[in-house]
């Protein structure tokens, strides 16, 4: 079965520096991935995702994300980080064993605190 | 963008009461999920439809069951509620190919008392 890593469940970063969020998935097969935010009290929202298409996604709020297969990583970066980026973030990667139902496997997820 | 609405945004009941939770999504997905979120524990899958009448059971089905009666409404039952019940339940939906991911609703957190 899919399965995907989240390695840090926090990660804390000084405004302006470098944000990097690191998911891992199990898969021989590549699968598509996805990376979603929650801001508190809120329901999850898409910020990219990966289809077989480019290896460097880009999405919202100046977030991007690298396909590695050699690595089965699909990190999430941003060069800058703002305040308003501090939110959990969860990795999500496709489960084809579940044939054509859609379903998702999601990560632990990853707190991300920015400090002025 | 497609919509979809959880009936509560917060919600208090008491132990032993039958509580629904509704989920209603406005852009004709075949899918629609229901999760429950703890802190240190992720999002844990309880049940999926990815057609009306049609159901699944996730990783934590126990204690809960669903209704999809029509194609835009998810409901989920706690049959009985009980303290461990309390949580935050995530509904979301999707069109069946996978490749087009969720969209989730805003949450609703349910405390049991």
Same mark, same amino acid.
């Given at each position: =079965?899919?399965?995907?890593? #989240? ?26 991935? $996805? ?6 009290? #809120?329901?999850? #929202? ?7 298409? =480019?290896?460097?996604?880009? &999405?919202?709020?100046? !977030?991007?994300?690298? !396909? ?5 990583? !699909? ?5 800058? =980080? ?7 973030? $969860?990795? =999500?990667?496709?489960?084809? &064993? ?7 496997? $999601? &990560? #632990? &997820? ?7 | ?15 032993? *009461?039958?509580?629904?939770? *509704? ?32 159901? *699944? ?14 194609? *835009? ?41």
């Amino acid at each position: =079965a899919q399965s995907v890593t #989240q390695l840090g469940s926090h990660v804390s970063v000084s405004e302006g520096a470098l944000v990097l969020l690191r998911c891992n998935y199990s898969s021989s097969v590549p699968p598509y991935l $996805f990376w979603y935010v929650q801001y508190p009290n #809120q329901g999850l #929202q898409l910020l990219l995702k990966y289809t077989s298409a =480019a290896t460097l996604v880009k &999405g919202i709020n100046g !977030f991007e994300a690298e !396909f590695k297969k050699s690595e089965t990583s !699909f990190h999430l970066t941003k060069p800058s =980080a703002h305040m308003s980026d501090a939110a959990e973030y $969860f990795c =999500a990667v496709s489960d084809h &064993g579940s044939s054509n139902t859609g379903k998702l496997i $999601f &990560g #632990q &997820g990853t707190t991300l605190q920015v400090k002025p | 963008d497609v919509k979809v609405t959880q009936s509560s945004r917060y919600l208090v009941k008491r132990t032993g *009461e039958k509580v629904f939770l *509704e989920c209603v999504q406005d852009m004709d997905h075949e899918n629609m999920f229901w999760y429950r979120q703890d802190p240190g524990l992720g999002l844990r899958l309880i049940y999926f439809s990815y057609d009306v009448k049609m159901k *699944e059971k996730g990783d934590i089905p126990e204690g809960y069951s669903v209704s999809r009666e029509k194609k *835009e409404r998810f409901s989920l039952i706690l049959e009985s509620a009980s303290t461990n019940q309390t949580s935050m339940y995530l509904c979301a939906s999707s069109l069946s190919q996978v490749i087009y991911g969720y969209t989730f609703g805003s949450g609703t957190r349910l405390t049991v008392v």
